[in-house]
Each structure stands twice: as C-alpha cells, then as structure tokens.
C-alpha cells in the first residue's frame, strides 16, 4: 500500500482523487507499527490541503445527491473488507496501542446495524481529526456520508497507516468523498485557511486547542 523511497523507511502518500500521491513535502515524521514497520509521514502543508479542499468542493459539485441504495451498497463493501483484513488493519495500528480485538467486530457490527435516513442531506466539506476511538469515528463518518458530505480525514501521525489503509477501501466511493491528509499542526492549519465547513474531533483537548488557537471554521467535538 506504500510507495517506496530511496531511503528506508517508507513514504505514506495522501490519499487523493481516488488514489495515492506521495506528498513533495521536504519535512517528514517517523511512525511504527504493531507489524514492527516503521514508515515516513510526510508533514502536509496548506499547500497539500487547499489541493483537497478545492477537490472535495468540485465533488459536492458534480455529485449534489448519490442515491441511497448507492451509498448504503458501498458501506456494505467497506464493512466486509474491514471484517476480511482484520489482521492487516491491526498490524498497521501505533506500535504501543493496546485494544481488545473484540472491538474490531463490534465496529463492523455497529456499521452494518446503523440506520441512516434518506433525506437528510447537508453536502459539506468536512475535516475529520480521528482518535482510536474507532466505534465513534466509523458512526459518524457513516452518518456525515449518507448526509452527502465529503470528508478529508486528518488522522493523529502515529495512526497514518491505519487510515490510509482505510482509504484504500473507498476506491468505488464518488472520486473525492473521502481523502486523507498525513502531518501535524500546518496540516491543521492548512485546512483552516482552506474554509473547509467545520472540523469534527473526538479529543477534547485538542477541540479546545484548537478552539483557543482562534481556528476560522467551528470545531465540533463528537463521542457517539
């Protein structure tokens, strides 16, 4: 699933237009992972996010309304793929994380049994800022989808590879609904200064870190 550099370790890309693109950012992170895989992150700027802000926008543009039974058949496909490379997923999780795998079936379950309904839409671009609270993340990524919004997904670096990997099941997903943005803080900022509608976190803390940073968009904090 990763490009490869010159220089070990590995370079993750950004997930963007359906596919990967190696980010041409000079700066770089190390992470390692329960597989005992070390990889690049590479450190996104503004640059690299008004690239999928300006993206997700021409998506919601050309896409104003995908059909229900559409969406629902997609999500199905993620869902089993999810079920079917359990392991693969699970080796590409922080080396020091410490989760019952149980979790992992009740996630899948969860998306399955979720319920959406057919006309609530809002058609919004949407920056998503995860943690390893995956039950919520899948419920709400779920729900904002049948919603018709686009979604970039700015994972914690240590859970780079995990989501990428994710990305790579949306690959029948309307071309730019979902996208991940790898790096830190200017990631943060780039997509504030590129006017995506409201950012959606799980941490709290970083909510009002964010919050206090004087960010332009709102900062919504969830935990379903």
Same mark, same amino acid.
């Given at each position: 699933m990763e490009y490869f550099t010159p220089h070990n370790p590995n370079a993750l890309p950004l997930w963007h237009h359906g596919r990967m693109f190696l980010s041409p950012t000079l700066n770089w992170a190390e992470i390692h992972t329960q597989n005992k895989s070390t990889y690049r992150v590479p450190l996104s700027t503004k640059t690299e996010a008004q690239a999928l802000v300006d993206a997700a926008k021409k998506a919601l543009t050309q896409n104003k309304e995908i059909p229900f039974l559409e969406k629902n058949a997609l999500f199905q496909q993620v869902t089993q793929e999810l079920k079917r490379y359990q392991s693969h997923f699970w080796g590409l999780l922080p080396q020091d994380f410490e989760c019952e795998k149980g979790e992992w079936e009740s996630v899948c379950n969860d998306l399955e049994n979720i319920k959406e309904d057919e006309n609530s839409l809002q058609n919004q671009v949407l920056a998503l800022l995860p943690t390893s609270n995956f039950k919520a993340f899948f419920k709400l990524w779920k729900? #904002?989808?049948?919603?018709?919004?686009? +979604?970039? +997904?700015?994972?914690? =670096?240590? %859970?780079?590879? %995990? %989501? =990428?990997? =994710?990305?790579? #099941?949306?690959h029948n997903f309307p071309q730019d609904f979902f996208q991940v943005l790898l790096g830190a803080e200017d990631a943060l900022k780039g997509l504030d200064y590129s006017r995506v509608d409201a950012f959606y976190t799980a941490d709290f803390a970083l909510k009002k870190r964010l919050d206090e940073n004087h960010f332009q968009q709102s900062v919504i904090f969830y935990d379903l």
């Open positions: 729900s #904002l989808f049948f919603k018709n919004n686009a +979604v970039i +997904v700015k994972p914690p =670096l240590s %859970f780079s590879a %995990f %989501f =990428l990997a =994710l990305a790579e #099941l949306t």
